[in-house]
């Protein structure tokens, strides 16, 4: 935008130029035919100027309904994710193994509790004096369809490696690993897919975002397999399922 500021900006001062000139050094005679290619001339930068502020206008507005659209499916693979490795102890690069977990999987319920019982090691260490020590039992009290929790009986999930906008055909890449023998996983989508068959500058722009209420860099993602990270790149505001 600021950039048609100083555009808009530039051919104010130009005009205004050309009108001195004109007004200086043009004979009387020629004023009336320069007057209408003057004239002509505003009309043409600024349309052009018009043109330029109304694409990027539009382009904002399709942005962020698509990347709704995007950091939704984007939650969907997040709180699956996060399940599996409840019961699986890690996370999946596979989207037929979270896809048939989420359809068929169960998640355990426990609780845990503190009880103390006889510490033989140290009761014959003291002489027969008995020794007490604490154990944390965790108990299953019942289990949890992840299909129904997560998805509410939506069969959405069939699909949470499409994309869903942008780019026909166009998948999450999704990765998962350890770091530190720490579960991550990470699901992402450059913007350029998103953003497919929309101006290449404006896509080119909005990978340079910087900003505290933009997505950040050239991806949209979930995760991270840098850092043990299990939210997105995107603001608060475009989702209202965080």
């Given at each position: 935008m ?5 555009a808009?900006?530039?051919?104010i ?9 004109i007004?200086?050094?043009v004979?009387?005679?020629l ?7 003057l ?13 330029s ?12 309904d ?18 599996y490795?409840?019961?699986?102890g890690?996370?999946t690069?596979d ?14 319920i426990?609780?845990?509790?503190d ?7 140290r ?8 020794t007490?020590?604490t154990?944390?039992?965790?108990d299953?009290?019942s ?8 998805f509410?009986?939506s ?10 906008v ?13 770091i ?13 897919v ?5 101006e290449?500058y404006?896509?080119e ?12 860099g ?5 995760g ?7 939210k997105g790149?995107w603001?608060?505001?475009y989702?209202?399922?965080?």
């Open positions: 600021l950039d048609v500021i100083i808009i900006v530039v051919i001062l130009l005009t205004i130029g050309i009108v001195w000139v007004d200086k050094f004979p009387k005679k004023k009336p035919v320069l007057n209408i290619l004239w002509g001339l505003i009309i043409f930068l600024g349309y052009i100027t018009y043109m502020v109304y694409k990027e206008i539009q382009f904002n507005k399709l942005k962020v698509r990347y709704k659209v995007v950091i939704d499916r984007l939650i969907d693979i997040r709180d699956s994710q996060l399940a490795k409840d019961v699986n890690e996370y690069d989207f037929a193994k979270l896809i048939d977990f989420v359809e068929n999987g169960k998640v355990p426990t609780q845990r509790r009880t103390l019982v006889l510490d033989e090691e009761t014959r260490a003291f002489g027969g004096v008995e007490m020590k154990l944390t039992l965790i299953t009290l289990f949890y369809s992840v299909k129904d929790s997560v509410k009986g069969d959405r999930y069939k699909n949470m490696m499409n994309v869903g942008g780019k026909e055909g166009a998948k999450f890449v999704m990765k998962a690993g350890k530190d023998n720490i579960p991550v996983f990470e699901a992402s989508v450059d913007k350029a998103i953003l497919d068959g929309e290449p404006l896509i722009k909005e990978n340079q975002v910087v900003s505290v209420d933009g997505v950040n050239p991806t949209l993602k979930v991270s397999m840098d850092e043990v990270f299990t790149n603001p608060k505001s989702t209202n399922k965080e």
